[in-house]
């Protein structure tokens, strides 16, 4: 099965700085590729996801990018600020009727004022 | 991911006992999931279905029981055969398996007592 894992397990930055997160998978059939945002206490919230028809993403401060070849995707948040503080889960999964989506370990970004 | 209700939100167990979290969604989607996360542990699957009156285990699955009598439901049962219950449940829904987002619900926290 899929085995999803994620470096580093904690990110510290400086508000204003980049953040990168990085996630690697071990099924070349793996297609879909999300990531949740969760804040302590609360559900997982998806904040972006790619398909392996694409190789990056971009929504205002977040970006994703995926190398098939060699198995990774990364999730990128410029200009940090202190509630982008959570636990971040990468995510990937095939199309199909009996696919199921393989979360990562998390991540948790602490951003310093 | 107004749409998927978890109750209770918080739920304490004695030793041998069994308990059952509800889960509800009216956003009409086929697939619902069960997830347990543990600190470090990331999301793991317990049980997923794709349609009514069927479902399938996933990572996790001992010690707990589920049904899918009706498309919106999907009640988790914590049998007393589950050794170390406690922990943050979440419920997940998604339109279809594979390539589709899955929306969570608020979640419910098990400990026994």
């Known amino acids: 099965g899929e085995n999803v894992e994620q470096h580093p397990s904690t990110l510290s930055v400086q508000e204003g700085d980049s953040a990168v997160i990085k996630c690697t998978y071990s099924?070349?059939?793996?297609?879909?590729f999300p990531w949740y945002k969760q804040e302590l206490g609360k559900r997982p919230q998806l904040i972006i996801d790619?398909?392996?028809?694409?190789g990056e993403k971009k929504d205002q401060r977040i970006a994703v990018t995926l190398n098939k070849t060699a198995k990774h995707f990364s999730l990128h948040i410029t200009e940090t600020q202190p509630e982008d503080s959570a636990v971040y889960f990468c995510a990937a999964s095939q199309a199909g009727a009996n696919s199921k989506l393989t979360f990562g370990k998390g991540i948790t970004l602490s951003v310093r004022p | 991911d107004g749409g998927i209700t978890q109750s209770p939100k918080y739920l304490f167990r004695k030793e041998g006992q069994n308990v059952t979290l509800s889960c509800e969604q009216n956003?009409?989607?086929?697939?619902m999931y069960w997830y347990r996360q543990d600190p470090g542990q990331g999301l793991r699957l317990i049980y997923y279905s794709q349609i009514v009156n069927d479902f399938q285990k996933g990572d996790i699955a001992e010690g707990y029981s589920v049904s899918r009598e009706k498309k919106e439901s999907f009640p988790l049962t914590v049998t007393s055969a589950q050794k170390n219950p406690t922990a943050f449940y979440l419920c997940?829904?998604?339109?279809?398996?594979?390539?589709?987002?899955?929306?969570f619900g608020e979640g419910s926290w098990l400990t026994v007592v």
């Open positions: 099924d070349s059939a793996s297609n879909y």
């Open positions: 790619i398909r392996s028809n694409v």
């Open positions: 997940a829904s998604s339109i279809g398996q594979g390539r589709n987002t899955i929306y």
């Open positions: 956003l009409n989607h086929d697939a």
